[in-house]
């Protein structure tokens, strides 16, 4: 949509003039194509209609046949029940020309469309309905920038325009499919056309929503997106056969192409998007084939019961199970000629969320395996150790249950454990990270696609054996059932980027506080990491600054990150190679190097030119590449025990948050150092010295941000102290050049409002004066706020009575 206001500057005249002359002689569309709408009226709002646009677009040299009347819906704009609204005047176009065609405006005919629309903001809408005149009118202006480049263009549709043939031209690439051949509804008989459409549409969508800053999640606005990608790598997979996981990224490159030097922010955010497109690709890619096999079958159920409706509990396992969005498995099923039983459905996912909090309220800790169970499993010969190589691998695994563990005991099966109960679950063989090396678990699903479901959300390896835990969603797993294994990709993800930036800045943290950093604790999990090491004094800013460059630095190599299992005794002579003290490792241990290959490394491990690599022994997982990284952001470093230092940092989109959220508190600074010297600026800074103390950014950028606060801070306070001091001194002259004055010399008392603000100290000092000064006077002042009604006094009385009219003036005030 292409638009512009006008606040003030011009309104319904110059509006209508500058339309139709842009149009007619700039564009040079035939003015007998052209039709233009205006605010008929309505009697039940109370609502004249707008003749007075009527009359301009007479003047503009409209034929009044070509002007019509317009209803509400179409030709008065309002924000909402209350607030800004006003007539509209629209202008329509006839594709096809030779004719009055009038009849057809605002009645959905695909070749009369509208192109413009001036919402003339002229009304506010108050709380009880009525409408009142804004002193300052405004016009804001809509164009339908691909309906006008179709007109331009003279194509029947938006979509044959080159606006969208560049994207239409990639798709064709990546695909390899057939050229866009503009078909519509049946005629589009593949639907490959139809394919073509939703993507473009979709990839600009996601496109900029992400560039700014909407990042695809289970919530919000943050669904949406995720909904709008989903629906669009369903239909690319579907109608061009492409596998998904770097589809919409590939196709980025030509949306900023076209459109990133009016945005220049497409240009600047491109690789995080095609980061955050692959992703999400990659996550649903791992459950679209299955959950699109048990569409089939949920399909064929709904057909076979004869009324031809999905049951809702199949629709909310498809969302549950497979991440289906419900609209996705709508066209689905209108493709199949099935609804939604949509009341079904929504009594699903309420089931669904209240299982989930009786979860929690019954839950009193994880299943865990003692000495005594490991002692039984030991002795079970059907149940072996867990085979995990899988963990670092990206993907699905299948696997067979070998030991199913509650209360205690080993069953067959879990159908006699209540659902709100958690179990653990022994395979063969597991994709899952249990818990180990400071990284945290997976969480996850344990599948039996159509059958049963275990959510597992804890992981844990006890002396070989990987439990998994959690709760059963549906159905029931019984000893030996073949299963899928589905960690939670979206979840590892973070998690990755958060271990390699641990690497990274472990290597950080020895080149610029030298050998004696020793590693002595880690955390890292989805939302940051946490790293602990030896280190005699806290780290200097200008040192903390250093450490983050120098992380930077390393991830913006986009350096490649190699691992392998190593004989011990050959790790131990890697060069700078970097290991816990006092940690016992296995034989073979595996190796984490970001920059090197191990290969090279291993030919000869002990070049000192490898001390200029991170090098590590881990057996955690990690990105194939630092640039998926994007950034890391020290948030906090802090003592935790005499000689131990701790640092608290995040990565990827984190990092990027936390920068996004230090840029608006810098304009949050910006805007208190101009406020003018006064109550206002004095209460900003109180507020935003709280926010500075609990905001969670740049440990760096926030001892910047303190410093800049306190030279603000420090003006204003010498600013309150020279006022305080101005106000004093005139409370002071008001009441001793009172006293002072020769036709006051033998006045004993005085009442007095003062020419300073609400100022308690200024009228205490005052009054201290004449205390040591004028102990004979009774003096009685007063000095009101207008800003906020607040009112500063004070009373001297001398030992001495005063006079009855004193006493009854005060008694008065």
């Known amino acids: 949509m292409l638009g512009n206001w006008s606040f003030g500057d011009y309104f319904k005249k110059e509006a209508i003039h500058y339309s139709w002359e842009l149009l007619t002689q700039v564009y040079g569309l035939d003015p007998s194509r052209l039709y233009v709408t205006y605010f008929e009226g309505n009697q039940e709002g109370r609502l004249e209609p707008d003749l007075e646009a009527k ?22 704009w309002e924000m909402g029940d209350q607030g800004p609204c006003g007539p509209c005047s629209e202008i329509h176009y006839d594709r096809v020309g030779g004719r009055n065609a009038a009849s057809l405006v605002n009645q959905d005919d695909p070749n009369v469309i509208e192109i413009w629309n001036n919402v003339f903001i002229q009304y506010n809408r108050e709380s009880d309905g009525s409408l009142r005149s804004l002193p300052n009118k405004h016009v804001d202006t809509g164009m339908g920038f691909e309906r006008l480049v179709s007109v331009l263009q003279d194509k029947s549709s938006n979509y044959d325009t080159d606006v969208f043939s560049p994207l239409f031209n990639t798709i064709r690439d990546i695909t390899g499919s057939r050229e866009y051949q503009g078909r519509f509804g049946s005629e589009d008989s593949d639907g490959i056309d139809t394919a073509y459409r939703v993507i473009a549409d979709h990839v600009r969508t996601l496109m900029f929503a992400i560039s700014d800053g ?15 990608l989903r629906r669009g790598a369903r239909y690319a997979r579907k109608y061009f056969g492409v596998e998904i996981g770097c589809f919409f990224s590939k196709i980025v490159p030509t949306v900023v192409d076209q459109l990133g030097d009016m945005f220049p922010e497409l240009r600047h955010k491109q690789q995080d998007v095609m980061e955050i497109l692959d992703e999400e690709e990659i996550s649903f ?12 079958q949920y399909a064929q159920k709904a057909k076979a019961t004869g009324d031809h409706k999905l049951h809702g509990a199949d629709v909310w396992r498809l969302y549950d199970t497979f991440g289906f969005p419900v609209d996705l498995t709508r066209i689905m099923a209108e493709e199949r000629g099935l609804e939604i039983d949509e009341s079904q459905f929504e009594d699903a996912r309420a089931k669904a969320k209240e299982a989930s909090r009786g979860q929690k309220k019954t839950t009193t800790g994880n299943v865990k395996l003692d000495v005594h169970d490991l002692g039984k499993l030991d002795k079970m010969s059907d149940v072996p150790k867990t085979d995990d190589d899988a963990k670092f691998e990206r993907g699905n695994v299948t696997a067979q249950i070998k030991a199913i563990y509650h209360d205690k005991a080993f069953l067959a099966s879990t159908q006699s454990i209540p659902e709100s109960e958690q179990l653990g679950v022994l395979l063969n063989r597991t994709n899952f990270y249990a818990e180990q090396g400071g990284q945290e678990n997976d969480t996850g699903r344990i599948i039996i696609d159509g059958r049963a479901e275990l959510d597992v959300v804890d992981v844990q390896n006890y002396a070989g054996y990987v439990l998994h835990t959690g709760y059963m969603k549906y159905g029931s797993l019984h000893v030996d059932d073949t299963v899928i294994c589905e960690y939670d990709e979206l979840r590892r993800w973070p998690i990755r980027n958060n271990h390699t930036g641990t690497h990274i800045l472990n290597f950080a943290l020895r080149e610029v506080l030298g050998n004696g950093v020793e590693q002595k604790g880690s955390l890292v999990s989805s939302e940051k990491l946490r790293f602990d090491f030896s280190h005699k004094s806290p780290i200097t800013d200008a040192d903390l600054a250093k450490i983050e460059d120098l992380s930077t630095e390393y991830i913006r ?15 131990r002579k890697i060069a700078g190679v970097r290991a816990v003290f006092g940690e016992t490792y296995p034989d073979p241990v595996r190796v984490v190097s970001v920059g090197a290959d191990l290969e090279d490394i291993l030919k000869n491990p002990e070049d000192p030119g490898w001390e200029n690599v991170s090098i590590e022994f881990c057996g955690g997982t990690h990105v194939q590449k630092t640039g998926d990284i994007k950034d890391l952001v020290v948030l906090e470093e802090s003592g935790i025990a005499k000689g131990i230092r701790r640092i608290i940092a995040v990565t990827g989109e984190d990092a990027h948050e936390v920068q996004r959220i230090a840029r608006d508190f810098e304009k949050r600074l910006d805007h208190l150092e101009a406020l003018p010297s006064g109550p206002a600026k004095e209460q900003n800074a109180k507020q935003i010295q709280v926010e500075l103390n609990q905001l969670s950014i740049s440990a760096v950028q926030k001892s910047k941000f303190r410093e800049r606060f306190n030279q603000i801070n420090k003006k204003i306070i010498d600013e309150q102290k020279a006022q305080q001091k101005l106000e004093s001194k005139k409370a002071l002259e008001c009441i001793t050049s009172y006293f002072e004055a020769p036709e006051n010399a033998n006045k004993s008392w005085l009442i007095a409002k003062l020419p300073i603000s609400a100022n308690a100290k200024a009228v205490s000092e005052s009054l201290a004066y004449i205390r040591t000064k004028l102990s004979d006077k009774t003096v009685y002042v007063l000095a009101p706020s207008i ?5 500063a006094h004070g009373c001297y009385m001398p030992k001495v009575s005063c006079s009855p009219m004193v006493r009854m003036r005060l008694h008065e005030i």
């Open 214 to 228: 909407v990042v695809p999640n289970n919530e919000g606005r943050g669904y949406v997106i995720r909904r709008v």
């Open 787 to 791: 800003e906020d009604g607040r009112v």
């Open 557 to 571: 190599r986009n350096c490649s990150v190699f691992s392998r299992e190593v004989p011990l005794i050959t790790a």
């Open 55 to 76: 009359e301009l677009w007479k003047a503009a040299g409209v034929p009044e046949d070509h002007i019509l009347p317009g209803n509400m819906k179409d030709n008065f």
């Open 285 to 296: 890619a791992k459950t679209l084939d299955r959950g699109e096999r048990q569409f089939e």
